[in-house]
């Protein structure tokens, strides 16, 4: 399996980014993923969740409003729509998924992960 993030960068607080993820590998199309992120010194935190049999999506509170997560059917890419940066959304970003078979939760902790793609904030 593997999984392959792109469309960090740097970025003026204010800004946008999208960031983009295709996993391969898979027999079907993953049912579960996600985006969680890492800053220097601090643990790795879920960010967005997304499950593909219904469409429902889960955010963690520091995002909500400005961070929207989608999946494209037609290709099965994940993307993630980053508004109104801030400093402290400087991270590395990483995608994650699950296997398909599986449930999808708030609280998936995710098989498959790619290398991440560094997004970083600055005044």
């Known amino acids: 399996v593997l999984v392959v993030e792109s469309g960090g960068g740097p970025v003026q607080a204010g800004g946008s980014l999208r960031l983009s993820c295709v996993v391969t590998?898979?027999?079907?199309?993953?049912?579960?993923m996600g985006w969680l992120r890492q800053a220097p010194g601090k643990e790795r935190d879920r960010v967005a969740v997304?499950?593909?049999?219904?469409?429902?999506?889960w955010y963690s509170d520091s995002v909500k409003g400005r961070f929207t997560i989608s999946l494209l059917n037609a290709n099965g890419t994940l993307f993630l729509q980053i508004n109104n940066l801030k400093p402290e959304d400087t991270a590395m970003y990483y995608c994650?998924?699950?296997?398909?078979?599986?449930?999808?939760?708030?609280?998936?902790?995710?098989?498959?992960w790619g290398q991440g793609t560094q997004v970083t904030v600055y005044e």
């Open positions: 994650a998924a699950d296997p398909p078979g599986g449930g999808c939760s708030d609280k998936a902790h995710f098989a498959d």
């Open positions: 590998g898979y027999t079907y199309r993953s049912v579960c």
């Open positions: 997304i499950a593909n049999d219904r469409g429902r999506t």
